[in-house]
Structure formats: C-alpha cells, structure tokens
Nanobody
Framework: QVQLVESGGGLVQPGGSLRLSCAASGIITGIYKMGWYRQAPGKERELVATITSGRNTKYADSVKGRFTISGDNAKKTVSLQMNSLKPEDTAVYYC??????????WGQGTQVTVSS
C-alpha cells in the first residue's frame, strides 16, 4: 500500500505563485511515475503534470511555461511550482503515483484558489 501526503495549497492572487509538495510512503518501491492532477467544480479530473523516474516530464497545454514539476526518485517525492497563476487554475490538486504494475495511488487533495 502507498500513502501520498500533499501540502502547499492555499489562496493566492492572480499572477501569484504557489508550490505544492507530495511525499509517498509505504511500499514505494516500484513507483516509476508521479504527478499532479486537478479537479475544478463541475469538471472532470485532468492531468496537470507528470514526471517519470527517467525524469521525463509531461504538462497540460494550459500550464506549459507557468508550472514546473520536479521530483526525487529515490525519496519518491514530487513538487509542483506554479507561477503566474490564473483564476482558472482554481481546483483541488491531487498527487498521483503509479507503480510498475500500473497501480495508481492518490493523495487526499489540496485546494488551490486563485482570486483577488
């Protein structure tokens, strides 16, 4: 079993920055990809960014150039630096981890609100 604990959400004004962090614990061997998804009210959960153990990254088009994902493969931690935040970035952000058996694990979610 894998547990994911997120931190760093909050309220920020448009144009501001936030940093989300996530740490995995439990049976973390075999995790090869970690990332962030988000879900806004009334919308489906969507991919924000992922990073693999080989440090390959993937971003949603809507966040490219504004968000940066980083991770420590040995410690199984992942962070998301979010800059130039927009009101449409408001959502609950979920940490995700996938292991070599294609099992996916989710954090409890952290709220990010971008508002003046």
């Amino acid at each position: 079993q894998v547990q994911l604990v997120e931190s760093g959400g909050g309220l920020v004004q448009p144009g501001g920055s936030l940093r989300l962090s996530c740490a995995a614990s439990g049976i973390i061997t075999g995790i090869y990809k970690m990332g962030w998804y988000r879900q806004a009210p009334g919308k489906e959960r969507e991919l924000v960014a992922t990073i693999t153990s080989g440090r390959n990254t993937k971003y949603a088009d809507s966040v490219k150039g504004r968000f940066t994902i980083s991770g420590d493969n040995a410690k199984k931690t992942v962070s998301l630096q979010m800059n130039s935040l927009k009101p449409e970035d408001t959502a609950v952000y979920y940490c995700n981890a996938v292991n070599v058996r294609a099992l996916a694990y989710w954090g409890q979610g952290t709220q990010v609100t971008v508002s003046s």
